[in-house]
């Protein structure tokens, strides 16, 4: 649950900081498209990574939880 909140935290700030930029150049006046477009792009940007280092855990290390199993 810690860590779910830590995301969504962190989408939401970062949909925040996407936002801001695109407010100082002028692109596009802030909508609520932009807000799900941005948040979405990030989610699966997060969502990526994550699974990206899950599979690095999981298949190119070699045993990762075998500190674990000497304790």
Do not use: H, Y
């Not at 692109?27 to 690095?56: D, E, F, H, K, N």
Request: hydrophobic share 60%.
């Amino acid at each position: 649950m810690k860590f779910f909140i830590g995301v969504i935290s962190a989408v939401i700030i970062l949909t925040g900081a996407t936002l801001t930029v695109l407010a100082l150049w002028d692109i596009q006046p802030i909508s609520w498209s932009i807000i799900w477009r941005s948040g979405a792009t990030i989610a699966i940007v997060c969502i990526t990574a994550l699974v990206m280092w899950l599979v690095r855990v999981l298949f190119f290390k070699k045993d990762p939880f075998r500190s674990r199993k000497e304790n």
